[in-house]
């Protein structure tokens, strides 16, 4: 179901589908890295694609200040140590250096807290 939300809804973000293509376009643009990591059969992280990520302020500011990936736990096509989490969804910020630039957010996250927490110095 989850992956059925991100291809109906997920076209409004332009989102890399692999952790490498989103580095490397990370790399070469300095943009930070907005790494949106899920569980299959998660509530949270459907609610936070369809009511949180289409929201436009949100998909504005995600598309132009940042490269978008999502990845799937079950996938670990993903630096695992670093993006380690037992609590889904979660959001990380990551230079294009591979650091954490923000403390991630975890479980349910709206907007408010979104743009609080990770793109308040954008």
Known sequence: MLAVTIFLYGDTI?????????????????????VVLVERGCDECRELFTEVLMQKHIVEIVNTKTVPVIVTKENEDYPIELLYTLDFPAIFLLSP???LLKPPLTGKVDAALLEKELFDEL
């Open 14 to 34: 332009r989102w890399y589908g692999s952790f490498d293509g989103a580095l490397s376009s990370s790399l070469k643009s300095q943009k930070p890295i907005f």
């Open 97 to 99: 250096q591979e650091v």
